[in-house]
């Protein structure tokens, strides 16, 4: 069966860092599009991140770059967040999820096709 867990989140304080992992099970992820998102509460599921299969380009969204770095572990079969500078707002649960089509990142969440379960972050002094 088809899975991704995502792991890592936790509570921080402001500054701090986390490393968010997205481990998929039943299929690999190496050729395939990897996204990470997160929800605040009252707020809607937005895009922070995103690698590519087909060249590993990456992408971030303007709130997140220069602290959150994406990167793709072929062994063992996981795509990490790593988080620096944290700050109040970067609290959300984020979840991470893959399309399968065409190898490339795209903004359209519908365009994905597993998502993981979510992770809590908290960013709090």
């Known amino acids: 069966q088809e899975q991704l867990v995502e792991s890592g989140g936790g509570l921080v304080q402001p500054g701090g860092s986390l490393r968010l992992s997205c481990a998929a099970s039943g299929f690999t992820l190496d050729t395939y599009a990897i996204g990470w998102f997160r929800q605040a509460p009252g707020k809607e599921r937005d895009m922070v991140s995103c690698i590519n299969g087909v060249d590993d380009r990456t992408y971030y969204a303007d709130s997140v770059k220069g602290r959150f770095t994406i990167s793709r572990d072929n062994t063992p079969n996981t795509v990490h967040l790593q988080m620096s500078s944290l700050k109040p707002e970067d609290t959300a649960v984020y979840y991470c999820?893959?399309?399968?089509?065409?190898?490339?990142?795209?903004?359209?969440?519908?365009?994905?096709?597993?998502w993981g379960q979510g992770t809590q972050v908290t960013v709090s002094s």
């Open positions: 999820a893959t399309e399968l089509d065409f190898g490339r990142c795209t903004y359209t969440q519908s365009d994905y096709d597993y």
